[in-house]
């Protein structure tokens, strides 16, 4: 993906009517880009200095360049490479080119520690940036304090963020964990498991979603954590606890697909079957299908994600005044071999078993 060279005229102008006006270029911007939050005086000031330049306010607002910025990743995931193709598609359609980085920073710090990319620092040539991977508030601050157009990925964002100025896309996690959930459920599954790591957005969500249609069914939700960003370690070491544990388990729900192949590792080093001996469902639907048996999970749109997200922030920079939307995409329940129906025989034999049987 490969921005076009604009011509000289094309590139000249925040920076020529900063220095010609003494004012910032983050202020030039928002004038030229319509905003109203700028003072009349200082407005009046920046449009005499663009007509003494020959650059003109209309031209700007034609099709730039945005970034798609993938945060804390050291890699680009199958869900976030579809989002950047449904982003890059819309863009592409509109005329505008997208760019890719990956940006590692500390959550920990304030947002005053932080310094942008390079890249976002080119204020000229770039418009608005899509937020990818794992992006904490503190980022979220800075690139408000910068006034610079963003949309964000909901689900990945870590912690509380609830004061947000642009616009956030989310994928329905919730409502896919509670339809893997009910379905568990309508097999006859009383011992359910949500393997994943909770500390992290998109697994919590899908955690929630559980928690809620075990409760409502008037079952205990249980869960077996690890605390790694390696989901397929999750699922075999999360797997491998809850086996040691002793307690009676039916069915796992893994958080996502990955860490479904770390469940059905770890249920075969054990001697266990599945579906006859553990149904085994997934989330997010990028390897389901290529497992044996192919999982039950949720399939996720991260191209409908990635391309309502390049509309949103579109829309945005030629509107900065807008008021902040969030939207959210459906999921949809895709059913394979790896769950079963649970046998009352099943019930009680799992129930039946010491700790010292179930960790063979």
Known sequence: MKATRAGRKGSLGLKEIAAATSVSVATVSRVLNGSSRVD????KLVLEAAARLEISPQRRNKPGSLVF????????????ASILVGAEAYCAAHGWD???????????????????????QRRDSVRGVILAGDTSPNFLELLEQKEISYVVLGNNILGEATELKNDVVFSDETRGGGDVSRYLISLGHQHIWFVGNTRLPWFARYYDGYRQSMEEAGLTPRFSSI?????????YLGTKYLLSTGEPVTAIFAGNDATACGVYKGLREQGWRIPEDISVAGCNDTVGGLLYPGLTTIREFPEQVGRHMAELLLERIANPNLEPRRLTIPTEFIRRDSCAAASAAQQKFNEALPPSAISH
């Open 227 to 235: 605390d790694s960003k390696d989901d397929t370690e999750i699922g």
């Open 40 to 43: 009349p005086a200082m407005r």
């Open 69 to 80: 910025l993938l945060n804390n990743r050291s890699a680009l995931a199958p869900f976030h």
């Open 98 to 120: 997208l760019f890719f980085f990956s940006f590692q920073y500390s959550p920990n710090v304030s947002s005053r520690e932080l310094h942008l990319p390079k890249v976002l």
